[in-house]
């Protein structure tokens, strides 16, 4: 396609394929994950930067929320909202997924 053809900057029919409350909750998350990176002075330029920023906002998170699911549910929809806006970001962040992973294993989930 021409660089020339604008492009929608709603993207409607990507945000048609999710619920309203799941791109809220994503949004949110990801705003979430952006704010934390401006009071920390944070400007990932490449991938891996941005890799590594996301798994220090994890760390900061599992302190903040301990083994609550709460914490680890708000990074895994921080990603998603990361995913929603750039999805060529999902084979380029390897440690979150492993932080991720770990994060279960740190404070797995019980039923009550």
């Given at each position: 396609?021409a660089?020339?053809?604008?492009?929608?900057?709603?993207r409607?029919?990507?945000?048609?394929?999710?619920?309203?409350?799941t791109?809220?909750?994503?949004t949110?998350?990801?705003?979430?994950?952006?704010?934390?990176c401006?009071?920390?002075?944070?400007?990932p330029?490449?991938?891996?930067?941005?890799?590594e920023i996301f798994?220090?906002?994890?760390?900061?998170?599992?302190?903040?929320?301990?083994?609550?699911?709460q914490?680890?549910?708000?990074?895994?929809?921080?990603?998603q909202?990361?995913?929603?806006a750039?999805?060529?970001?999902?084979?380029?962040?390897?440690?979150?997924?492993?932080?991720?992973?770990?994060?279960?294993?740190?404070?797995?989930?019980?039923?009550y």
């Amino acid at each position: 396609m021409a660089s020339s053809v604008k492009k929608h900057s709603k993207r409607f029919l990507i945000r048609a394929a999710y619920k309203p409350s799941t791109i809220s909750a994503y949004t949110t998350a990801y705003n979430r994950f952006l704010s934390w990176c401006r009071d920390q002075g944070e400007d990932p330029t490449t991938w891996e930067l941005l890799d590594e920023i996301f798994v220090d906002w994890l760390h900061d998170l599992f302190e903040e929320y301990g083994s609550t699911g709460q914490g680890k549910s708000i990074g895994i929809r921080a990603r998603q909202g990361l995913f929603l806006a750039l999805p060529e970001a999902k084979s380029h962040l390897p440690r979150t997924a492993t932080a991720l992973k770990g994060w279960s294993k740190e404070a797995p989930t019980r039923s009550y």
